[in-house]
């Protein structure tokens, strides 16, 4: 496993942005699937983006966030990133970098139960 730490939440008026960061642990973070999810108060985690970027860079998005976020990985800082733009209400919850060495099965790519690292998540809020 990789340990992970997040970084960047915060508060932010509707129709703005914030960036999120997350920082794993070994050097070989490059043969990882790095994702995030996010979970507001009595729903179920959800996945917003992952990304790979071994042999074929591979990104998906959850059709909620299409267009306004962009999920990027810098593998010289094992450093995951999540630019989020256009924000909504319903975009806030707690965000939670994710991991997973190895592939995934097609089409599992945004489901928690694919990735076995977590961090402790950064909290989202967004007001209207």
């Known amino acids: 496993q990789v340990q992970l730490m997040e970084s960047g939440g915060g508060s932010v008026q509707a129709g703005g942005a914030l960036n999120l960061s997350c920082v794993a642990s070994?050097?070989?973070?490059?043969?990882?699937?790095m994702a995030w999810f996010r979970q507001a108060p009595g729903k179920e985690r959800e996945g917003v983006a992952t990304?790979?970027?071994?042999?074929?860079?591979?990104?998906v998005y959850a059709d909620s966030v299409k267009g306004r976020f962009t999920i990027s990985r810098d593998n010289a800082d094992n450093t995951l990133y999540l630019q989020m733009t256009t924000l909504k209400p319903d975009d806030t919850a707690v965000y939670f970098c994710?991991?997973?060495?190895?592939?995934?099965?097609?089409?599992?790519?945004?489901?928690?139960?694919?990735?076995?690292?977590w961090g402790q998540g950064t909290q989202v809020t967004v007001s209207s």
């Open positions: 990304i790979y970027t071994g042999s074929t860079a591979t990104t």
């Open positions: 994710a991991a997973r060495r190895g592939a995934i099965l097609s089409g599992s790519h945004l489901v928690a139960s694919m990735y076995n690292s």
């Open positions: 070994k050097n070989d973070a490059s043969t990882y699937w």
